[in-house]
Nanobody, 124 residues
Framework: QVQLVESGGGLVQAGGSLRLSCAAS????????MGWFRQAPEKEREFVGAISRSGGSTYYGDSVKGRFTISRDNAKNTVYLQMNSLKPEDTALYYCAASGRLVPTIAPRTYDYWGQGTQVTVSS
């Protein structure tokens, strides 16, 4: 019922910033909790952040707290991930995902729809 397309990834130097976008199709975007995850080669998928349906509540993984900010614009069917003070260990394929649950969650299995991912590479 919803298709997700990430964009905004690229190569950036350590200490720099990058803003990822996730555009959703369909009329029911505002009914979904949205999340961002990342996965480096041969690593498990890691929770980055999540945002409630209205955008009033946000949650972050420990590794990105204080540096990343998740937001959404329901009128534009878009969720964003602002990444500041980037570190080489942030290098990964970043995915956005949509969950039908009413309360934001951190487990990948609780998300129903996934984008194709966008690559973020941070050089030292």
């Amino acid at each position: 019922q919803v298709q997700l397309v990430e964009s905004g990834g690229g190569l950036v130097q350590a200490g720099g910033s990058l803003r990822l976008s996730c555009a959703a199709s369909g009329r029911t975007f505002s009914t979904y909790t949205m999340g961002w995850f990342r996965q480096a080669p041969e690593k498990e998928r890691e929770f980055v952040g999540a945002i409630s349906r209205s955008g009033g509540s946000t949650y972050y993984g420990d590794s990105v707290k204080g540096r990343f900010t998740i937001s959404r614009d329901n009128a534009k069917n878009t969720v964003y991930l602002q990444m500041n003070s980037l570190k080489p260990e942030d290098t990964a394929l970043y995915y956005c995902a949509a969950s039908g649950r009413l309360v934001p969650t951190i487990a990948p299995r609780t998300y129903d729809y996934w984008g194709q991912g966008t690559q973020v590479t941070v050089s030292s």
